[in-house]
């Protein structure tokens, strides 16, 4: 006795590239990225970055680079000085005394 077998080919969506977009000024904008035949843009994901400045011990200075919701994110003024949360994961808020 035979059985028929069946074969299929299924075509599946990868990510092949990602387009970025970044800036040192508060005016985000979605990269224009640039699609060859049969591919589509995917999910969008954004991040947005604080870099600061802080007194670590008497007279010596430390930079560092923390990830913050957009909402309080925007609403931070380049040299200010504000005082910041980080927490263990380095993720930083504005502190709201």
Not at 44 to 72: I, L, W
Not at 76 to 95: H, P
């Amino acid at each position: 006795m035979y059985a028929t077998k069946y074969y299929y080919e299924i075509d599946k969506w990868t990510v092949v590239d990602t387009a970025k977009s970044s800036g040192n000024d508060q005016n985000p904008s979605w990269p224009e990225p640039k699609l060859k035949d049969g591919q589509r843009t995917g999910a969008e994901e954004e991040h947005y970055f604080v870099t600061a400045t802080y007194e670590k011990k008497k007279g010596k200075t430390e930079t560092g680079r923390y990830e913050m919701d957009f909402s309080q994110w925007k609403e931070l003024k380049k040299g200010e000085k504000i005082e910041l949360k980080i927490d263990a994961a380095g993720f930083a808020e504005i502190n709201q005394k």
